[in-house]
């Protein structure tokens, strides 16, 4: 069988695949289990030591999944506005190859200067003052220099006089609904900023015998996830706050003329912004008690959020069944596997795997050249250091050997640690570019590989040796 090696000159050579599981070293096994596992939607529990590819394995995971059809929404509950409503906005998805999103015949698009300017300021598109386009992210007119806010004047409240105060500086709005006149007929318009420079525009004609009602107020509901999100949710297990969502504090409460309205201050968890993705929790087993509430997203796929400090006015709003269907990719280290409930891995082994990584593979052709390509991907990753050379590469291909026997006490093998390792190839293109070098040569590795072992150690071997290739064979050996 043909190596790498026999003809490569420098890792540019290297042709790097661009399926994210390809990229994935050395543990095919996981990689078949976790793509049958997308496909069937199970839960997947990742366990194994840090850095061996346990969120690479989750994040390719996610580019298996079809796009979102629900959009989440928020609306106003008149009669109890501490319970908002949940809104369910289905989104159509067009089967062809391109799988674009098709809109209903009653909505299009517009773009922020063929918007009517009052909404265009409510958007926070023009300036109240000279008119002038910008972003909704800018705070300021970009050509007056005046404060981009809506026209308050209508509010006769104390929170009015508050923002002619300059005390509350409010953002520019998302949703503006209205009533308009084309031609002769009336019609009931929403508009919607779907992206920086896209408007939703949603048109319905009033019949005629429909009263003329006044629009609703204007910020009646709001979007709680997005139709266009990222469904791929990374959490850590230190925050359950975090995982299942809050709600702001006002000191107004939801007063209708002072505070903010309850279903503004609604902030969506991680279980909430995941629905119909992947919600991927680093180190389960630090959620501690908490992961009762994991448990019972799983089994109900709705969660209510509410506020969790009880001296807040958050604590008084919650909203029941917000939808929360995802797949569960969680990840621990091997020593911390006994501080997942019971429970919570019963659920996973019942509705899907559990998967301990490999942390080295045996060393054979097949295995050194992935090695390799571990190197080519990390250099065009990092896109500031030069490839290696033939040599260099040898030198890292005899680290990943001493790692797997200092580490796993594995002989004649290859580390899986891919996160040191990968440290290893940077630290090592950092020294090249110190110098000059156009490559990395075999001695910026050898100098790395006491760098690359942190403070702790590196000082010592630089106080004991005089060379960095001494203190790297007696750290070994």
Not at 136 to 156: F, V
Request: aromatic share 6%; net charge negative.
């Amino acid at each position: 069988m043909t190596s790498l090696l026999d003809s490569l000159e420098t890792t540019e050579q290297v042709i790097t695949p661009k399926n994210p599981f390809q990229r994935i070293i050395g543990q095919e096994h996981a990689v078949t289990i976790v793509q049958s596992a997308v496909k069937q939607r199970r839960h997947v529990l990742l366990c194994g030591v840090p850095g061996i590819g346990k969120s690479m394995l989750a994040k390719a995971a996610y580019s298996l999944l079809d796009p979102p059809t629900q959009e989440i929404r928020l609306r106003h509950n008149k009669a109890l506005p501490d319970r908002p409503i949940v809104v369910i906005s289905q989104i159509e998805i067009d089967e062809s190859p391109n799988r674009t999103i098709s809109a209903p015949s009653n909505i299009f698009y517009s773009t922020p200067d063929r918007l009517p300017i009052e909404i265009a300021i409510k958007m926070g598109y023009r300036c109240s003052i000279c008119s002038s386009l910008s972003t909704p992210s800018e705070a300021t007119c970009t050509n007056c220099g005046t404060d981009k806010r809506c026209d308050w004047s209508e509010s006769d409240s104390y929170h009015g006089l508050f923002r002619m105060l300059d005390v509350v500086r409010e953002p520019a709005l998302r949703t503006v609904t209205s009533l308009e006149e084309i031609g002769n007929d009336s019609y009931h318009m929403v508009y919607e900023r779907s992206g920086e420079n896209e408007i939703a525009v949603t048109r319905e004609k009033l019949g005629e015998n429909s009263v003329a009602k006044e629009p609703q107020r204007i910020d009646a509901e709001r979007v709680l996830v997005g139709r266009n999100t990222n469904r791929f949710i990374r959490v850590s297990g230190t925050s359950h706050v975090e995982l299942l969502g809050d709600v702001k504090h006002d000191p107004y409460g939801s007063a209708e003329t002072l505070g903010m309205a309850a279903y503004q201050r609604v902030i969506p968890g991680a279980i909430h912004e995941a629905h119909e993705g992947i919600l991927y929790i680093d180190e389960v087993s630090a959620l501690g008690p908490h992961q009762s509430h994991l448990l019972t997203v799983m089994q109900e796929r709705i969660y209510s959020i509410s506020g969790h400090n009880p001296l807040s006015s958050g604590a008084a709003v919650r909203v029941d069944d917000v939808p929360c269907d995802f797949i569960l990719f969680a990840s621990c280290n091997t020593e911390n596997i006994d501080g997942i409930l019971p429970a919570l891995r019963s659920r996973i082994r019942g509705y899907g795997y559990e998967i301990m990584l490999a942390s080295w593979i045996e060393k054979n052709q097949e295995n050194i050249d992935e090695i390799i390509r571990f190197i080519a991907q990390t250099v065009e990753e990092d896109g500031k250091i030069p490839h290696f050379k033939t040599e260099s590469v040898k030198e890292v291909l005899r680290v990943a050997e001493k790692m797997a026997l200092q580490f796993d006490g594995k002989r004649n093998s290859l580390t899986l640690r891919l996160r040191e390792l990968g440290g290893l190839v940077r630290i090592a293109g950092d020294l090249a570019v110190q110098e000059d070098e156009t490559l990395v040569q075999p001695n910026h590795v050898t100098n790395a590989e006491v760098l690359s072992r942190g403070i702790d150690i590196g000082n010592t071997y630089s106080a004991m040796y005089k060379s960095p290739e001494q203190a790297s064979r007696d750290y070994f050996f």
